[in-house]
């Protein structure tokens, strides 16, 4: 998207037409309304930017079809010439004709006609050059098959276009419809423009409808169009006049058939053009922030920044992208639809005039710099209010129109600089991610990098294979809520990343659920499919890795016994219950984690819930589910198996907010290797402390050592299930009770650890040998040799470190004794994986002074 600077922000709406209620699709579905296939079509114009072409923005429905579609507008036009009766230079005649026909060239190689070219489409800037408006709406309408009005004006449509006469959808008398118009069509229009200029007056302005079209469709049987056309409105005189060069372009432009008739690119490299086209720059599309080309920023800054700033008058906010000055206008409050009908003008096209003046945020807040030292918040008026409303509701911080301001520039600047500024991205994405540049963070936050649209291109979509017919089925109930991902455009995306993923990954097979994983990447990326694919393909190894093998129940069976011990690691007492009841995750969690919690939540919860989801682990996912079930705590807890069947057959309202909080907090409780998955993705470096200091030893995705006598063993799943708390390694348990020598004198602390380390060997093995800090709660004295409790160990001193990780060493007996312990709703209890077997070579182990 390009600056605002003079343009406004303009508006046009239309009707699409009405499908027949009571009329299914092939597929037994019902119709997808017009108004939603051009709400999918229009989405490809708002990457199609060039100088000549106005920008496209936004584009929403309203009610009865109705559609309004924003974009990049001007006060002038080519009309203004016409209402002044004056006729335009040959000089300022060709400059129009060839900035007219730049555009046309531009729009003919993404394969787009304008069809719709009349004066009042041509706008004009500040400094006079041509800026085409409403280029899109041949190509948004399919060609004017979803709408009942016709594209373009009678006046300047060619005669080929004439000649087919009107269309309309719902007549059942037209069987096909006629075929799309080519670019010479918009050459005709634009020969009508320039010969309406030179003689000062619109065509055929004040002939009926019918007698119009007639009169072009006889100008078939003239061998001179321009002389027949200049001696019907009485001015050939003037027409004489113009150089012969020009009258030979008008000529070219309104040549009756279309065969001999010139394109757009043709007339380009017409000798007419020779003098002036030496004066334009061919235009140069910006290179992409994922590309083989190298990227880099002229930047020349003065040793002041406040030095850009000086001007009480710099308008800063018009150098701005025009999406994000739209985006900011509706969070201010904006409205198109009601600016609209207050106006009492919803057919027209009005400059947007209530765009916020955004007052208190100063110059420097435009130019943020990255630094790691400096804030994040630059300082503005109102820093103070600012740096509070980080502290406030995500929902309400996204719908605060200075605060989004500051975020889309910081991230703006960082995207820009990415991937040399990766670190920073992470480090904003933990405070919030601006909607607006979502999707490019997400693909910093999962490190794609390189030529992605190469590789998407190189990759056959096109072949049938056997799982296209599954594709097809799942495509029309995924997400259909949203219009985006509900229009044929957006099935046809859909369709194509993943059937690539498909392809691309010959080892894996397509399972129901990877369409829903799809779904919040293609919405963000709608535009880039290639970044759409990207994403995904990064995002499955790193959350679901092996989850899309053929067979999959191996790893599916162990993911969700991990997932039973994190609910009994934080909620004993939820556990018991739900174990009781026979209520177990195999029953509920299969569709939240094979979906990553996309077939259950709508797509704006998926949103948040993701923002947070990349900046975590594979095991961050777990943190999820238990945060799910603790706000349903009240409700499984009161009820049994058949009515908490019932419960997640319908999942009530879940706060998202409320959710992703909780998770953080259980994500920061629970030691690395308690996640561990023998199945899960191996790890090539260490994981990020994503969630700050806080998480150090809790956060990262577990993996081995240097030494691997320390590290977490792989256990049978038949044995897995046996257990009742996850197992953390030896190498954890030092980083976590802090052994090294290098932690010892960091160990003044003000707070109490969180964890304790609970020996359960009997009194003289313990005196042998035990880990500093440890207490000693012997098994002997509180289980009989069969296993019969014989004393509650939780009523004596294990009670005093209730709520702190308990991590249970011994050489025998751990299960049973941590198992008693979830029995009774100890929380947080974990077992030593090897027992004290493992610390013994490590020389960590402490020996009692003897008593003097």
């Not at 006609?113 to 190509?139: E, M, P, Q, W």
């Not at 097809?472 to 509900?486: G, N």
């Not at 509920?588 to 947070?612: E, R």
Request: proline letters at 7%.
């Amino acid at each position: 998207m390009r600056p605002l600077k003079d343009a406004q922000l303009g508006a046009f709406t239309f009707f699409a037409s009405a499908l027949p209620h009571d009329v299914c699709g092939s597929n037994g579905l019902p119709l997808t309304p017009n108004s939603i296939k051009i709400l999918g079509r229009f989405q490809i114009l708002k990457t199609i930017t060039h100088p000549r072409l106005c920008q496209y923005v936004d584009i929403s429905r309203g009610k009865h079809e109705r559609l309004i579609v924003v974009a990049e507008h001007f006060e002038r036009s080519l009309s203004g010439f016409q209402k002044q009766g004056k006729a335009a230079s040959s000089e300022k005649m060709l400059q129009i004709g060839y900035e007219v026909l730049e555009g046309l060239e531009f729009m003919n190689k993404h394969g787009l006609v304008h069809r719709a070219l009349s004066a009042h489409n041509v706008l004009l800037d500040c400094k006079g050059n041509v800026k085409l408006a409403k280029f899109g709406l041949y190509h948004m309408t399919d060609h004017g098959a979803d709408v009942d009005f016709p594209i373009g004006y009678p006046s300047y449509l060619a005669p080929e276009v004439i000649a087919q006469g009107c269309f309309h959808p719902s007549d059942p008398s037209h069987d096909d419809a006629p075929l799309p118009s080519g670019p010479k069509a918009d050459v005709w229009s634009l020969g009508v423009l320039l010969f309406e200029l030179c003689a000062g007056r619109r065509l055929l302005h004040n002939i009926e409808i019918s007698e119009r079209l007639k009169f072009i469709l006889t100008l078939g049987c003239m061998d001179d169009i321009v002389t027949v056309l200049a001696e019907e409105h009485g001015c050939l005189d003037t027409i004489k006049e113009l150089p012969e060069n020009v009258v030979e372009l008008l000529r070219k432009c309104l040549t009756f058939l279309p065969s001999k008739r010139p394109t757009p690119a043709e007339l380009l490299g017409d000798p007419v053009f020779n003098v002036i086209s030496c004066h334009y720059t061919p235009f140069q599309k910006p290179i992409s922030l994922f590309a083989s080309s190298l990227r880099c920023a002229h930047l020349d800054l003065p040793d002041d920044i406040s030095d850009l700033c000086k001007e009480d008058d710099d308008d800063f906010l018009s150098e701005r992208a025009i999406d994000e000055v739209y985006h900011l206008w509706c969070l201010a409050g904006g409205d198109m639809e009601k600016e609209l009908t207050n106006k009492d003008i919803i057919q027209s096209k009005p400059p947007v005039c209530t765009l916020p003046k955004l007052k208190d945020v100063v110059g420097e807040a435009y130019y943020p710099l990255l630094e790691d030292e400096q804030s994040a918040l630059p300082q503005s008026n109102s820093s103070n209010e600012l740096s509070a409303t980080v502290t406030l509701p995500l929902i309400i911080r996204e719908r605060d129109t200075e605060y989004q301001l500051i975020r889309i520039i910081l991230f703006d600047r960082l995207l820009k600089a990415y991937p040399y500024k990766k670190n920073l991205v992470w480090k904003e994405a933990r405070v919030d991610i601006p909607p607006l540049v979502r999707g490019l963070a997400w693909a910093a936050l999962l490190g794609i990098e390189g030529d992605i649209q190469a590789k998407y291109d190189s990759i056959d979509k096109d072949t049938p294979i056997p799982t296209d017919r599954q594709i097809e089925v799942d495509i029309p109930r995924c997400h259909q809520y949203d219009e985006l991902l509900s229009s044929p455009e957006g099935h046809s995306k859909f369709r194509r990343v993943l059937k690539a993923w498909v392809v691309s990954h010959p080892d894996l097979v397509y399972w129901q659920g990877l369409d829903s994983l799809c779904a919040p990447f293609l919405y963000l990326n709608f535009n880039h499919e290639a970044l759409a694919y990207a994403c995904m393909s990064a995002f499955i190894p790193k959350y679901l890795y092996n989850f899309f093998l053929k067979d999959n129940s191996h790893v599916i069976q162990e993911y969700l016994k991990v997932f039973s011990l994190m609910i009994a690691f934080h909620d004993p007492e939820l556990s018991n219950h739900l174990n009781e009841i026979r209520f177990i995750p195999d029953l509920y969690a299969i569709p939240w984690f094979l979906t990553m919690f996309t077939h259950v939540f709508p797509l704006h919860k998926i949103f948040h819930l993701w923002d947070t989801l990349l900046l975590g682990n594979s095991s961050f996912p777990f943190c999820i589910g238990v945060a799910i079930l603790q706000q349903l705590r009240d409700r499984l807890l009161a009820n049994g198996f058949n009515e908490c069947i019932l419960l997640f057959s319908d999942l009530p309202e879940i706060d998202i907010e409320r959710c992703v909080r909780e998770s953080i907090n259980l994500f920061c409780w629970t030691p690395k290797s308690a996640t561990y998955r023998q199945h899960a993705q191996p790890l090539k470096v260490a994981g990020d402390n994503s969630f700050g200091k806080t998480a150090s030893y809790f956060s990262s995705d577990y993996q081995d050592m240097p030494n691997p006598d320390l590290s977490r063993e792989p256990l049978a799943l038949s044995d897995l299930k046996e257990e009742m708390s996850p197992r953390v390694s030896a190498a954890d348990l030092i980083d976590l009770c802090e052994l090294s020598l290098s932690a010892i004198s960091k160990r003044n602390r003000a707070s109490k650890p969180k964890i304790v380390a609970v020996d359960i060997r009997n009194v003289e093995d313990f005196s042998r040998g035990h880990i500093s800090g440890s207490i000693n709660v012997a098994f002997n004295l509180a289980f009989s040799p069969d296993g019969e409790l014989l004393q509650c160990p939780t009523t004596g001193i294990l009670q005093n470190y209730r709520g702190r990780v308990i991590v249970v060493i011994s050489n025998a007996m751990q299960t049973a004794f941590s198992a008693h312990l979830v029995k009774v709703n100890f929380p947080r209890v974990c077992i030593l994986d090897g027992g004290i077997n493992k610390l013994k070579p490590t020389g960590l182990l402490t020996v009692p002074s003897p008593q003097i």
